[in-house]
């Protein structure tokens, strides 16, 4: 069962078009390494750790969605097994299977295994720190403490949102032992290897309106992002089915207390920091791929769930229920597609309209940093803000106008106003979101009508064909 998960789930949406984060990554590591370096910094506001991997797949295969994918692929693996180890540890072997075959179903575990971006990276780094962490625990080593302090750097350089997962590791470590000593020496040579990201953190929160797209989350959605659906319907049911036979569910808890606490507290540290710095302030980081720490303790108090009901048949119905409902939930939302945004195939539709001479193409910048005229004339953002049109690219001869992230009549009138007076055709490429530029043409558009086609939805990108 968790080959058919890792199939489905990880592989089969690797084959996808990059979407819109992704296609920043393409950017950043398209070129030499020492602009990668530069790019990493400046556009992503993080260390370059992960994009050393995607330059590496990059230089490997430039052209391949698949291959700039793989390094999260092969850290979400690593991933897992480490998770399995964790698992055995501290729920048992048998429950540690049920505690992998959960992990891997997990829509943002699934999402970041084949996403170009670095939250797999994050995520098998603070993994692996707390396995240093639980292995000094047990034998009070210093080359375990020495790696946990390496590895919880690494965590905050493949991506600062992954500290929170820190925390409660950190404070179990010290309710076990005891030792603030050694702990602290840990915790200060994880700090003082951190010291180059302060500047640029610094810089991104002070610009942070700039990168902002979400909105204050509500409580629903709180509850919708740590509870999966597919996990609590098959609890709910196989419970059910118990009771309905037999009177009772037939399970018990048998974990112990302190270990039940820190997974507890693993799982929901992360998630309700974000909440409630969402709630309470600006800084809006809740969102599954940002707040992906708790996966872990998710994963491993499900397993020690699933392992104590007491009858193996039950054990393996709810596993397998729930894998079903992921895999059922995964090909009914997205098709086994990475993501709603197809840039690759509406590209490869926009390319074969704009072989007539005289086509426009309108285009607009998928990234909310240009959400000005100004910001995408910027000569140093303006390839990643158009980043779908390096990636996918039209014919060099084809003229593009391009649009800023938002846009209003005035903003229309200064960038299509003539071309909708003296272009033989448009072509009109847009996220689902953004139509006001199609409605906005579509409402001065009297040279064209009545040949204004809507070449179909591919996603959440759409064609708009407007032909004299």
Not at 335 to 352: C, I, P, T
Not at 424 to 447: G, N, T
Request: glycine share 6%; net charge positive; hydrophobic share 55%.
């Amino acid at each position: 069962m968790l080959g058919v998960e890792i199939l489905l789930l990880w592989l089969l949406p690797m084959r996808s078009s990059l979407w819109a984060d992704e296609l920043g990554t393409s950017w950043i590591v398209k070129d030499s390494f020492t602009a990668m370096l530069e790019r990493a910094v400046v556009w992503s506001g993080q260390s370059p750790l992960y994009y050393v991997t995607a330059w590496a797949a990059a230089k490997i295969a430039p052209a391949s969605d698949v291959a700039l994918r793989v390094p999260s692929l092969l850290a979400m693996g690593a991933t897992l097994w480490l998770l399995y180890r964790l698992a055995a540890r501290l729920i048992g072997r048998p429950a540690a299977l049920y505690a992998a075959l959960i992990f891997a179903a997990l829509p943002p575990v699934a999402f970041a295994a084949a996403d170009a971006r670095p939250y797999a990276l994050a995520l098998l780094l603070l993994v692996a720190s707390t396995v240093a962490l639980l292995k000094w625990i047990e034998r009070r080593t210093l080359p375990a403490l020495l790696l946990y302090s390496l590895f919880a750097a690494g965590a905050c350089y493949a991506h600062p949102l992954f500290l929170p997962g820190l925390v409660v590791p950190a404070v179990y470590a010290l309710w076990r032992t005891r030792n603030a000593v050694q702990l602290a020496g840990a915790w200060l040579g994880a700090g003082i290897l951190c010291i180059p990201l302060v500047r640029q953190l610094a810089t991104f929160f002070a610009e942070r309106g700039a990168h902002s797209w979400l909105t204050a989350p509500s409580v629903a959605e709180f509850f919708f992002a740590i509870l999966p659906l597919p996990l609590v319907g098959a609890i709910a049911a196989v419970a059910l089915a118990r009771m309905l036979r037999r009177g009772e569910a037939g399970c018990s808890w048998t974990l112990d207390r302190p270990v039940t606490i820190f997974l507890a507290a693993w799982m929901l540290f992360t998630p309700v920091t974000y909440f409630l710095l969402a709630r309470t302030s600006d800084l809006q980081f809740f969102h599954p791929r940002y707040i992906l720490a708790f996966a872990p303790g998710l994963a491993l108090l499900a397993g020690a769930l699933v392992q104590s009901f007491h009858a193996p048949l039950a054990r393996r119905a709810l596993a397998g229920l729930f894998a079903l409902l992921s895999i059922l939930t995964a090909g009914a939302t997205l098709g086994f597609q990475h993501s709603r945004e197809n840039w690759r195939d509406n590209l490869a539709v926009v390319r074969d309209l704009a072989a007539e001479r005289g086509t426009v193409v309108v285009v607009s910048t998928i990234f909310v940093e240009g959400g000005t005229l100004e910001a995408i004339a910027n000569p140093r953002m303006r390839d990643v803000l158009f980043a779908q049109l390096l990636r996918y690219p039209l014919p060099e001869d084809v003229k593009v106008i391009r649009l800023p992230y938002e846009v209003d009549a005035a903003v229309m009138e200064r960038t299509c106003a003539s071309v909708v007076r003296d272009a033989r055709r448009l072509v009109v490429l847009l996220q689902s979101d953004k139509r006001f530029a199609a409605e906005w043409l579509v409402a001065h558009a009297e040279p064209f009508a009545p040949r204004i086609r809507h070449m179909g939805r591919s996603g959440s990108v759409l064609v708009f064909d407007f032909e004299r």
